[in-house]
């Protein structure tokens, strides 16, 4: 497996609707289409909101990550969350999260992150050791949210 990790652009959005798609079917989570391409477009043409990564073995792409930045007295400036990772399940076991996890440990260290979170269903116990091992603790907090519609 030859991994590598390559900054997502506006061509790359229709892939990434597909994997997004994949992945939110796995957690049933609501896909809508033109919504998650809004969302993306912006993200990746601002790169004061974050990054994405498209995950690649060789030439084909295998998963993505997506990183976006905050600011947290409590974390002592820049935060940053990874809002979503995914693998596609016929790569998942091979190493593929591990490498995923290091690239996103270095970029934060290079991109002046303080803290870096992530929350992960309480189902996915996988997905658990694996941030464990990277460091990674449950504050005992409930993550809440209020939408806000437009």
């Given at each position: 497996m030859e991994l590598s990790f390559r900054l997502a652009g506006e061509a790359d959005i229709d892939l990434l609707a597909g994997l997004m798609r994949q992945f939110y079917a796995i957690d049933r989570y609501p896909f809508d289409e033109q919504i998650v391409r809004t969302a993306l477009a912006k993200l990746i043409g601002d790169h004061s909101l974050g990054r994405v990564w498209l995950i690649n073995d060789g030439e084909a792409a295998i998963g993505y990550i997506v990183l976006t930045f905050s600011y947290s007295l409590e974390f002592h400036g820049r935060d940053a969350f990874v809002d979503e990772f995914f693998v596609q399940a016929g790569d998942r076991g091979r190493g593929v999260g591990t490498q995923a996890m290091q690239f996103v440990d270095?970029?934060?260290?290079?991109?002046?992150?303080?803290?870096?979170h992530l929350e992960v269903e309480r189902a996915n116990v996988a997905a658990q050791a694996l941030y464990r091992k990277f460091g990674f603790a449950d504050h005992d907090r409930y993550l809440m949210t209020k939408w806000f519609t437009t």
């Amino acid at each position: 497996m030859e991994l590598s990790f390559r900054l997502a652009g506006e061509a790359d959005i229709d892939l990434l609707a597909g994997l997004m798609r994949q992945f939110y079917a796995i957690d049933r989570y609501p896909f809508d289409e033109q919504i998650v391409r809004t969302a993306l477009a912006k993200l990746i043409g601002d790169h004061s909101l974050g990054r994405v990564w498209l995950i690649n073995d060789g030439e084909a792409a295998i998963g993505y990550i997506v990183l976006t930045f905050s600011y947290s007295l409590e974390f002592h400036g820049r935060d940053a969350f990874v809002d979503e990772f995914f693998v596609q399940a016929g790569d998942r076991g091979r190493g593929v999260g591990t490498q995923a996890m290091q690239f996103v440990d270095e970029a934060c260290r290079e991109l002046g992150v303080q803290a870096l979170h992530l929350e992960v269903e309480r189902a996915n116990v996988a997905a658990q050791a694996l941030y464990r091992k990277f460091g990674f603790a449950d504050h005992d907090r409930y993550l809440m949210t209020k939408w806000f519609t437009t």
